[in-house]
């Protein structure tokens, strides 16, 4: 099946710094990416659909400004936190589609947590 | 407000024995489901998928069943076997106009023992 990236896997960084996350897709083209995350025992909530070369769009709540989404290439979207406070630790996902099915392709995943 | 939930959080099962994951939604314009797997650490994986226009779809040891009128499906594992040992996390899809995007249930640990 399709192989999506996701790098790092764990960061621990200082209240106020930024983090990038990486999401490439391997062996296809993904036009789509979705970026989510996760609470410990909550379900994957969307945060924003990431398309190539255009503008993210971000689900209701989800701070455009704290949470920077570029989509330069086919193969690669980046999710950035900007100025990470302790309450944006979680686990962040992203996911990809292959052609125009539904199913998406899932990295697995970054555990960031601000001190 | 949680549109699909799936209200057990955990299940055990006897190896050999059938696995039943329960998933209820409230939004009627879902029209396509999904059961995705998901180990420690690792991102979900997709495991089977059925269509609103179906009430079941089979491959190997794991069938779907879906009923509209209670909106309401259901993932079935036979025979379980440990390595079926995850979180198994129910989602729907509904087109946004631009998109179609999953919405994700709570998950259910299952446990398959010896």
């Known amino acids: 099946g399709a192989v999506v990236s996701q790098h790092p896997s764990r960061v621990i960084c200082k209240s106020g710094t930024s983090v990038k996350i990486e999401c490439r897709s391997l062996d296809f083209q993904a036009t789509t990416m979705f970026w989510y995350r996760q609470f410990p025992k909550q379900s994957l909530m969307l945060m924003a659909t990431?398309?190539?070369?255009?503008?993210?769009?971000?689900e209701q709540g989800v701070e455009k400004d704290k949470f920077l989404i570029n989509h330069a290439s086919l193969t690669l979207s980046t999710l950035t936190v900007a100025s990470a406070h302790p309450e944006d630790s979680s686990f962040y996902i992203c996911?990809?589609?292959?052609?125009?099915?539904?199913?998406?392709?899932f990295g697995s995943g970054t555990q960031l947590s601000v001190l | 407000d949680q549109q699909v939930k799936q209200n057990s959080p955990s299940l055990s099962v006897q190896e050999g024995r059938i696995s039943i994951l329960n998933c209820d939604y409230t939004n009627s314009m879902f029209d396509y489901f999904l059961w995705y797997k998901k180990y420690p650490a690792e991102g979900p994986t997709f495991l089977i998928s059925i269509s609103s226009i179906k009430d079941k779809n089979e491959d190997g040891r794991f069938t779907v069943f879906l009923n509209k009128s209670a909106k309401h499906l259901s993932l079935h594992i036979v025979p379980s076997q440990p390595g079926d040992s995850a979180v198994y996390f129910c989602?729907?899809?509904?087109?946004?106009?631009?998109?179609?995007?999953?919405?994700f249930g709570t998950g259910t640990r299952l446990q398959v023992t010896l």
């Open positions: 989602a729907a899809s509904s087109y946004t106009g631009t998109a179609s995007k999953l919405t």
């Open positions: 990431s398309n190539e070369g255009s503008k993210a769009t971000y």
């Open positions: 996911s990809a589609k292959q052609g125009a099915g539904e199913k998406l392709f």
